[in-house]
């Protein structure tokens, strides 16, 4: 199967959706579109994974730099840093 980006595989879940929904497509059919969601959708949870990771990373990155500001600062203010 074609890789998607995130927002091309969302749209394609979503037409998926709405021909199940209002096209009432045959047993073959409907079990294609199925099998074509499920790709879909591992690829979607793929992007959300690298995403989560990313934003973890940025966050302990920020947690890091604000734990040596405030060490820093509570040395400044004890005249223990210059």
């Known amino acids: ?8 595989a969302l749209k394609r879940l979503e037409e998926i959706t ?5 096209d009432q497509p045959s047993l073959e059919e409907t079990l294609k579109l199925y099998e074509e969601a499920i790709e879909l ?9 690298k995403a989560e990771g990313k934003i973890t990373k940025i966050i302990n990155h920020e947690k890091k730099i604000l734990k040596e500001v405030s060490t820093e600062s509570i040395l400044n203010e004890n005249g223990l840093f210059s």
Request: proline share 0%; hydrophobic share 30%; charged share 35%.
């Open 18 to 22: 709405q021909i199940l929904e209002l």
């Open 1 to 8: 199967m074609k890789k998607f980006s995130f927002e091309e």
């Open 41 to 49: 959708r591992n690829q979607c949870n793929e992007y959300l994974k």
